[in-house]
């Protein structure tokens, strides 16, 4: 038998495949197996990696900051969503009732002129960025996520608010069909609609984005599809969760969690482990997924970002 | 054969946390999930345990209301030492700041210091001796109960069901205090 050694010069097949695509053999495998619907295997393997189809373009981050990823089926499974639940396992299994089709958004206030946008439209308006942030809940759990959204900034240099605007106020979608809990008369678990806001410079920082998506796929719905706030340096009440509208004001809006108690929570919320929560301490946190916990960072680690927004500010005081 | 019964189911929610834990391994926030498995358990426990006395005319089971105490000091301890180990991170100094600081530690700390010392004189020697102590268990319950309703960001229909519960047990227990009173 005629038996021709491989010379070490030689390029193996790896070396030939373009490394980029070398790397998305696994994301061609995924389409192919989607669009033939073929045999139950490679259904399988798309099932054991638990990884979403990639359904969206987008820039990548590079990850500068090195942050090691929580898991999609992590990201996916623990949320607070209190339209749903306050239990955090038992979003995903009720966010099926959350009907994302023809979303419209309502943007008014001090903008020139009031419109309604519809979110398929608007999200191909605008380039979309993954952003590799830390996520903090004001509770002391924490995880990362590669978020993929516009920036909040280009957004609000499209509707053109003027002048007079100094906060903006969110609002999630009141529909009581969709939110079990805001049908209950009795005793809801905060009041709705949820409202959250921004001072102006807080909502233009580059960080800020409107998030439509995550690991490459669209928002799932116990995430807050179709579209959410994400402000990484603030707790995550801060980032609103299915925002039905956006309006330009001048005073500054009264949050939900402000309103439920404001003695815990104000309208700043900003990652602080120096100032504890009445009830809890903020100094560490607990990393979805592990038995230990990890220092808490001030701004949750975007201190360079943002920390010049609050110059002057006491915060101990403003919350 | 009913105390080996008692036995197992009790143990019941601790097997269950463990095979969560370890076995499917699928828990996303293990510390919230070890603090709220032992606390609801020996919460549940305790109050069964002074239900004890007021079912008995029904079915007795005062013979095993010390096993059943137990098992509510047992949860608890795990409970307590998911705040040192895991919480706290053995952070001794930590612990003790919190306990003084803040409200919501220390009302789980006081009823937690109050089980210790009801386990401990619940021999039989010592027991006749502290029998009238343990009475102090009522204290205990009341302020796991704020601590509990303090434990929640918000409160929901169920927080409410079980300060009804907890107000009517309360009730029946005068009431039976005030008949048995009145019978001698």
């Known amino acids: ?319 | 054969m009913k105390r080996f019964l008692i036995f197992i189911v009790l143990l019941l929610p601790f097997l269950f946390g463990l095979y969560e834990l370890f076995i499917l391994a699928n828990v996303k926030d293990p510390i919230k999930y070890i603090y709220t498995l032992s606390g609801v358990t020996s919460t549940v426990i305790l109050f069964i345990s002074i239900y004890i006395s007021l079912i008995r005319k029904w079915v007795n089971l005062i013979k095993y209301r010390r096993l059943i105490g137990l098992y509510g000091f047992f949860y608890a301890l795990i409970h307590f030492l998911n705040f040192v180990i895991l919480d706290a991170e053995l952070n001794f100094d930590f612990v003790f700041k919190e306990t003084i600081d803040k409200p919501f530690i220390y009302l789980g700390v006081i009823p937690f210091i109050i089980l210790i010392f009801m386990t401990i004189t619940s021999t039989k020697k010592l027991f006749k001796k502290f029998k009238n102590y343990h009475k102090l268990i009522y204290l205990a319950l009341i302020l796991i109960t704020i601590h509990f309703i303090m434990a929640q960001k918000s409160l929901t229909i169920l927080q409410f069901i079980y300060i009804v519960m907890i107000i009517a047990t309360g009730y029946w227990k005068l009431l039976q205090q005030i008949i048995n009173k009145n019978k001698v």
């Open chain 1, 1 to 319: 038998m005629k038996y021709i050694k491989k010379q070490n010069w030689q390029l193996n097949e790896k070396d030939i495949t373009p490394e980029e695509l070398f790397n998305k053999r696994r994301t061609f495998l995924k389409l192919g197996a989607a669009t033939a619907v073929s045999a139950g295997s490679i259904m399988e393997v798309l099932a054991e990696d638990k990884l979403p189809l990639k359904n969206l373009t987008f820039r990548k981050d590079t990850n500068s900051n090195n942050l090691i990823l929580n898991s999609y089926e992590q990201i996916t499974s623990y949320n607070n969503f209190y339209e749903f639940t306050t239990s955090k396992e038992r979003v995903k299994y009720m966010a099926h009732t959350l009907d994302t089709n023809n979303w419209k958004i309502t943007i008014d206030g001090l903008v020139d002129k009031e419109i309604e946008v519809d979110f398929d439209d608007l999200i191909k308006k605008f380039t979309l960025h993954e952003r590799i942030y830390r996520f903090r809940c004001v509770e002391g759990w924490s995880m990362v996520v590669p978020w993929i959204g516009i920036k909040l900034s280009d957004f609000i240099k499209y509707v053109n608010p003027n002048s007079k605007a100094k906060y903006i106020r969110f609002e999630t979608l009141f529909d009581d069909d969709m939110f079990p809990d805001q049908a209950n008369m009795l005793f809801p678990a905060v009041d709705y609609p949820y409202v959250e806001g921004l001072r102006m410079d807080e909502a233009m920082n580059d960080l800020t984005i409107l998030a439509v998506g995550l690991y490459g796929s669209k928002m799932p719905k116990q995430n807050g599809a179709p579209i959410r706030l994400i402000v990484p340096w603030k707790y995550g009440f801060k980032s609103i969760k299915s925002i039905a509208k956006i309006s330009f004001v001048e005073d500054e809006p009264l949050n939900t969690w402000q309103k439920s108690n404001s003695k815990e929570y104000g309208f700043f919320a900003n990652v602080n482990p120096n100032v504890d929560h009445p009830r809890w301490s903020q100094k560490r946190e607990r990393v979805l997924g592990k038995f230990f916990k990890q220092d808490t960072l001030m701004f949750n680690g975007y201190e360079k970002e943002v920390a010049h927004l609050y110059k002057g500010m006491d915060l101990t005081k403003y919350i």
